[in-house]
């Protein structure tokens, strides 16, 4: 069973920046796409990035420019650094794993004070 935990939400000023991870375990890292998605209290969820095998990304539209999608598959791990914060980026973020019939991580809070 594919199993992914999220770390390193939390409080940050507008124009900081946080970086989250989300560690895979149950399956083979390298094969799969990691994607973000956010989602905000009364909104649908959201794309933010993914990216894939070859290293190749592709970002939402909101996030362009400000957050940067990477990986290390020595580490099995997946990370998404968000720097230059509005409040509007305030969410719950989750990690996807798309391979093996796909899994959600629990998801993490993200809060951008203004």
């Known amino acids: 069973q594919v199993q992914l935990v999220e770390s390193g939400g939390g409080l940050v000023q507008a124009g900081g920046s946080l970086r989250l991870s989300c560690t895979v375990s149950?399956?083979?890292?390298?094969?799969?796409?990691i994607g973000w998605f956010r989602q905000a209290p009364g909104k649908r969820r959201e794309f933010v990035a993914n990216?894939?095998?070859?290293?190749?990304?592709t970002y939402g539209d909101s996030v362009k420019g400000r957050f940067t999608v990477s990986r290390d598959n020595a580490k099995s791990t997946g990370y998404l650094q968000m720097n230059s914060l509005k409040p509007e980026d305030s969410a719950v973020y989750y990690c996807?794993?798309?391979?093996?019939?796909?899994?959600w991580g629990q998801g993490i809070q993200v809060t951008v004070s203004s």
């Open positions: 996807r794993y798309y391979a093996s019939g796909g899994a």
């Open positions: 990216i894939y095998m070859d290293d190749r990304t």
């Open positions: 149950g399956s083979i890292f390298s094969i799969s796409p």
